[in-house]
């Protein structure tokens, strides 16, 4: 039965929307993705990652979940890779310098590159994640991290690109910009 001005009106569709709004976050899901459920005492019952920190970003990747110690920024990794870190200023990207809010997996090179403090107390190659070492896949994912909700770049995993195996490396580069 269609919605009439005499029948209903828009504040009574807005209160049920409303209502029904507050029913399904009345109990958000916890990390592992479970509705949180109250104990015996009636207090929400933690996740036993509690003392890990929240990923803050909508996508589930495993590389942007870890202990925020082993991130060592930015300025750590422009020791060694100068040229890389001036590119990488000059770019877009710079700007996940800024999102202190986001944690440091969300931050300049270790957003795309994964703890460094291994890798920067070793000189390891082996102890940071390299691109070129990647499949398409794994390297699409990893910019898809940040880039999913973009227009151009929704479905991309199901695109024509990555079914022939052509990757967001392929035509695009942080440290060299075409």
Request: glycine residues 8%; contains cysteine.
């Amino acid at each position: 039965m269609p919605i009439t001005r005499g029948r209903w009106s828009w504040a009574v569709v807005m209160t049920v929307l409303v209502f029904f709004l507050n029913m399904a976050l009345a109990k958000p899901p916890g990390p592992s993705g479970k509705a949180a459920t109250p104990d015996s005492s009636g207090n929400q019952q933690k996740d036993k990652d509690k003392d890990k920190k929240k990923d803050v970003a909508p996508q589930d990747l495993d590389y942007q979940k870890g202990d925020p110690s082993q991130y060592v920024g930015s300025d750590t990794c422009k020791t060694c890779h100068e040229e890389q870190f001036k590119s990488f200023s000059e770019g877009p990207h710079w700007k996940t310098e800024l999102a202190k809010h986001a944690g440091p997996q969300w931050q300049g090179c270790e957003a795309c590159h994964g703890p460094g403090k291994e890798h920067a107390e070793s000189a390891d190659p082996s102890k940071i994640i390299r691109f070129p070492s990647l499949s398409r896949e794994e390297s699409s994912r990893r910019c898809l991290g940040c880039h999913e909700f973009g227009e151009e770049h929704s479905n991309f995993l199901r695109s024509q690109h990555l079914k022939n195996n052509v990757g967001c490396v392929d035509c695009h580069s942080v440290h060299s910009p075409r």
